[in-house]
């Protein structure tokens, strides 16, 4: 069974970074691609990043000075590298993970808290 577990959220002040994790519980290069995703209270869920097997990596428009995702194919992890977070970055962050030979499967993480707060 495919788990994705992400972690290194939590409290910080704006203007602060964070980075986070998401490790996978089989090969990541099963993936075809992984995402960032985030939901704040009250909206939906948003597109961060994508992170290709081919290599390139895209970002929406609201992140992509500030954000960074990148992966350790050994250890099966990706990351979001996040700086100069403001307090609307709060939210909820996801990952996700498509499977390479079934383009319609897709697995999820728990997601981690990210709060922004002085």
């Known amino acids: 069974q495919v788990q994705l577990l992400e972690s290194g959220g939590g409290l910080v002040q704006p203007g602060g970074s964070l980075r986070l994790s998401c490790t996978t519980s089989?090969?990541?290069?099963?993936?075809?691609?992984m995402g960032w995703y985030r939901q704040a209270p009250g909206k939906q869920r948003e597109l961060l990043a994508t992170i290709f097997n081919t290599g390139p990596t895209y970002y929406t428009d609201d992140v992509k000075d500030r954000f960074t995702a990148d992966s350790d194919t050994d250890i099966n992890t990706v990351y979001l590298h996040m700086n100069s977070l403001k307090p609307e970055d709060t939210a909820v962050y996801y990952c996700?993970?498509?499977?390479?030979?079934?383009?319609?499967?897709?697995?999820w993480g728990q997601g981690t808290q990210v709060t922004v707060s002085s």
């Open positions: 996700n993970a498509r499977e390479l030979f079934r383009n319609d499967t897709v697995y």
């Open positions: 089989v090969s990541i290069f099963r993936f075809s691609s």
